[in-house]
């Protein structure tokens, strides 16, 4: 028997899993990160050094939970978050805190402001850094305010490219293609996780790529949709087309692929925790009585709504776009029959038909179609999101058997680095399984039509101008 392992660095957690090589699930650990550090208005960086010792926490307690020999595991598939920025001392350790992609100075170039700085990378290129010692990085996770050369997945020859971003190219690592070796488990790294030394450490993709690999949509006719921190859609595609309007081109987990991204919803699943959280001891309370947890027991709630909430409409903008401050989010439409079911189902509803527009804008700009879409994240655990998802699209949706989607795309990344498997297609065929179909039901498929062509896809069109003169009254300068 042999072993791979899969490191998911999230915005909320880290996650460590053991698979075999068929993808099935042998062992798995999480441990939350810290809440983010708010040090100025803008500002959103991760505390001391959570990043590490969130993996140092849950590797230990993984290994100690792991029946099979630690010796069988053939190498760890490293995938963290994308567009965070990470400064680093010479010898490799952090020059300052971490700065999340929620924080604003990694919309904008790079500024040297720290007189400690020796390298400007990402969260997959610090942790390579403190597992292997090399300083090496996957060149599929640089998107955003990087010198990247999206053609030639390498590091821009151009100095007015150079220039603009303002890193110069010895304070950047070396780049390494997803599915390739990064580096070695070292025996300090190797003793502090309770690992083997000589671990091969494997390159994988930025987050969101890795994840769309691990739920097998690699051709264009299956979108994935990934409930995250960050809610998206994605295809993949052969190209990288250049001025697009409705999406924009990520760089995919296989060489010279890619994926093309919808725009989506920033804050997206963590509107569905604040609501439960607002609610508070109430909700725990009832759940407590239940022997549920308080989300199922918002959801018991939710399913005893109709569709469409009884009008019942949430335009879900709890984080502006660094562009577009002025976007708020908006619950409209209230009378005395609204409750918390009502407003737990629209905050479904609204993820469900901003995404349905979000992807329908991209797949009509791509010419294409979607026959079904698979949806990845923890609220894929939920039969009412995925019935809306159905309902709302108008195509099955797909659940598969592992949800947490990115730790099965970073072992595909092993799997092929060990030669497991030949390819990532066949990697992903073997290793990715289907869970369940959910189809739509024609009546709740008609009436969503209905809300969304005949209101919803506008509604912002509406609002926007109102956000506009409420920003100026209550945050404008």
Known sequence: MKYILAIDGGSQSTKLII???????????????????????????????????????????????????????????????????????????????????????????????????????????????????????????????????TDTWEWSNDGKVMSHYNIPREMLFDL??????????????????????????????????????????????????????????????????????????????????????????????????????LLGEEVRMHARELGIGPEQYLETLAADVAPGSDGLMIIPEWLAPAGQPYKKGIMLGFDVRHGAGHIYRAIMESIAMTMKNRMDEMCAELGITLKQITVSGGGSNSNLFMQIFADVFGVPAVRNVVNGAAAVGAAICVAVAAGIYPDFGTAAKEMVRVKDITDPIPAHAGLYKKINEGIYSSLTSVTDGLMKRAYDIFDGN
């Open 176 to 277: 390494v293609m997803p599915g390739e070796i990064l580096g070695y488990l070292t025996a300090e790294a190797a003793s502090i996780l309770h690992l083997p030394k000589g671990l091969p450490i494997v390159a994988t993709s930025n987050d969101k790529a890795v994840e769309s690999l691990g739920t097998g949509t690699i051709d264009y006719e299956n979108g994935m949709i990934s409930l995250g921190t960050y809610i998206c859609g994605a295809v993949h595609g052969e190209s990288n087309p250049k001025d697009c309007r409705n999406y924009w081109v990520n760089f995919a987990c296989m060489p010279h692929k890619y994926l093309y991204e919808s725009n989506g919803i920033r804050r997206g699943m963590w509107l569905i925790s604040w609501f439960k959280e």
């Open 19 to 149: 698979f075999d090589t068929h993808g099935n699930i042998i062992c798995e650990e999480s441990e939350p990160l810290r809440p983010m550090s708010l040090p100025k208005v803008g500002w959103v960086e991760h505390p001391d050094d959570d990043l590490w010792t969130s993996l140092v926490a849950v590797s230990q307690r993984l290994m100690e939970r792991f029946e099979g020999d630690p010796g069988d595991i053939v190498g760890a598939g490293l995938c963290s978050i994308r567009f965070d920025r990470v400064i680093l001392k010479k010898d490799g350790t952090l020059a300052q805190p971490a700065l999340s992609w929620m924080d604003s100075r990694v919309s904008v170039p790079y500024v040297h402001d720290n007189p400690e700085a020796a390298y400007v990378t990402s969260t997959n290129g610090y942790l390579t850094r403190r597992l292997t010692g090399e300083c090496r990085d996957t060149a599929a996770t640089y998107q955003g305010q990087w010198p990247i050369d």
